[in-house]
């Protein structure tokens, strides 16, 4: 680790959730020998960020290989039937899809490699942003150091493959120059740090079992803790998640928004684009909902002033809808996922052999403990055992704010285990001689000006193929390209790997390589 000369760091924290990204920043002074920051954690928001979060949405260029627009500026174009098309949100959970058994629909949307890659996308961006509004656009020198949050379950299941990728993907986004000052911490750890910070550890039973709770977007974790009150130490007992999160309830109200319009569901099932537009206009409603239910301020999104709910299909029908739901409506349309949250709750304690009468504390942390049945059910359930602390849906970030540690190169050495090294000398030989070495982890061959490998020819689309290093091995996998994809003249199945050997022929359309 590099450590910025007159010791003085600034460190960004960033939490990329399914439907938020949160970017924290906080000032360190580096002794030599430790770092100890000197500032509370402070949310840093951009251009583009919706109050103190940037809506994870974002909106491809036409060709489909750049940005044209990120968080709240790409909500504003919904209603447009040609810009949605090139709309894409809620990708996180598809992350890691090609190695779950029976993947849930929500983490089908897209591909594991398709996910990566927005998140890549937005990621740049952000950085791009942070160097223009932060620092006049110049570079990002050794103060600056980046903390970046990642769900424990890509560590510790399938022999750490999607934290793997997850990694490179990352890195790929800052400059190489810095690449050793980026630094990923694992969720449960931010979980910790944030509840020590805001003193809340001190309130766990230290011969109970506490547990806490966190409802993401897409996720619901449950961490089961014993707290050592005279070493401050958290003893890990067992975690359980089940893909269940906020971002059900969206769907429930884009079916709920898709009936009061009365749009034929024919109609609907042939532009998924619209349907995409309803299940965002069903977060924001169900956001300011809870909000009023809860007794919280309203914030402003691309709803607020709307008397009217206007919705045109691609094949030019227009929808409207001027009733608003009301807040006991709501609640009422809730009730059967109220109750599907408490089963999840029942479900995991039984896994862990967690009777709720050896409960010390439950804590509750992210978004999706804003949903009224959700908190509700929680304060029936546990009644005075319950802590609910402000602004749950930040403690992450907040917590990995703090990471930066004497112990954090030890923890970085110990998670770099699990990244196997490189195979240098890949390489891929076209037809005319001129060499393309394969350094990176993740590149895409297309005609894109963009892309890593550049196909010059109209039979090859802006985004024909992706190669995947993965240790030593490459993997072809075609992005449902025009022409198709080769390996040997036989032809790959969208979407789905190939592994490669030295010696195989690659052709992308009419382009034609061969692997050394």
Same mark, same amino acid.
């Given at each position: 680790m590099t450590m910025a000369r007159d010791g003085k760091i600034t460190l960004y924290a960033l939490d990329c959730g399914t439907v938020n990204w949160r970017l924290y920043r906080m000032e360190y002074h580096y002794d030599g020998a430790k770092a100890q920051h000197v500032t509370s954690p402070l949310s840093s928001p951009l251009a583009n960020f919706s109050d103190r979060k940037l809506p994870a949405v974002l909106t491809l260029t036409p060709d489909g290989t750049n940005l044209e627009d990120i968080g709240e500026t790409a909500l504003n174009f919904l209603e447009d039937t040609d810009v949605r098309t090139r709309v894409r949100e809620f990708f996180k959970p598809s992350i890691g899809n090609h190695l779950v058994d029976n993947p849930s629909p929500?983490?089908?949307?897209?591909?594991?490699? +398709? /996910?990566?890659?927005?998140?890549? %996308?937005?990621?740049? +961006?952000?950085?791009?942003? #942070?160097?223009?509004?932060?620092?006049?656009? =110049?570079p990002l020198d050794d103060q600056i150091h980046f903390s970046i949050a990642y769900p424990d379950r890509w560590r510790t299941e399938f022999d750490g493959k999607i934290f793997e990728d997850f990694y490179h993907v990352i890195l790929e986004c800052f400059p190489p120059s810095i690449a050793d000052r980026v630094h990923f911490v694992p969720e449960s750890e =931010?979980?910790?740090?944030?509840?020590?910070? !805001?003193?809340l550890l001190e309130r766990f039973h230290s011969e109970d079992i506490n547990l806490i709770i966190d409802v993401g977007g897409s996720n619901t974790t449950i961490y089961a803790r014993k707290y050592n009150a005279e070493?401050? /130490?958290?003893?890990? #007992?067992?975690?359980y998640e089940e893909p269940f999160g906020g971002g059900l309830y969206d769907a429930l109200l884009a079916q709920h928004l898709s009936n009061e319009l009365k749009i034929p569901a024919r109609v609907l099932s042939g532009d998924p684009a619209a349907f995409m537009t309803l299940r965002i206009w069903g977060q924001l409603i169900k956001e300011s909902l809870s909000r009023e239910i809860l007794g919280e301020p309203e914030i402003v999104t691309a709803l607020s002033g709307q008397q009217a709910l206007t919705l045109v299909m691609n094949n030019g029908q227009v929808f409207r809808q001027n009733k608003k739901l009301t807040p006991s409506e709501f609640a009422q349309l809730c009730l059967p996922l109220d109750q599907a949250f408490q089963d999840v709750l029942s479900r995991g304690l039984k896994e862990m052999e967690i009777d709720d009468n050896v409960i010390g504390r439950v804590i509750l942390l992210g978004g999706g403990t804003r949903v009224p049945g959700i908190l509700k059910g929680i304060e029936d359930r546990f009644g005075e055992k319950l802590i609910y602390p402000p602004n749950p849906e930040e403690m992450i970030v907040r917590g990995i704010g703090l990471a930066f540690t004497a112990s954090l190169p030890e923890r970085e050495q110990e998670e770099k285990k699990f990244i196997p090294e490189k195979k240098t000398g890949w390489r891929l030989i076209r037809e005319n001689g001129k060499i393309e070495d394969v350094k990176k982890e993740i590149l895409i061959a297309g005609r894109s000006q !963009?892309?890593?490998i550049l196909l010059d020819s109209k039979k090859c689309s802006r985004t024909h193929a992706l190669i995947r290093l993965e240790g030593n091995a490459l993997t072809l996998i075609? %992005?449902?390209? +025009?022409?198709?994809?080769?390996?040997n003249d036989i032809q790959l199945t969208p979407n789905s790997g190939q592994h490669l050997r030295a010696g195989d022929e690659l052709r992308f359309g009419d382009q034609r390589f061969i692997l050394e």
């Open positions: 929500h983490q089908l949307r897209y591909s594991h490699f +398709k /996910a990566l890659l927005y998140t890549r %996308l937005l990621l740049r +961006k952000l950085i791009e942003q #942070i160097r223009e509004e932060k620092y006049n656009s =110049g =931010g979980v910790i740090l944030g509840l020590r910070d !805001q003193s070493t401050g /130490a958290l003893i890990n #007992i067992d975690r !963009q892309s890593d075609d %992005l449902r390209s +025009k022409n198709g994809t080769f390996v």
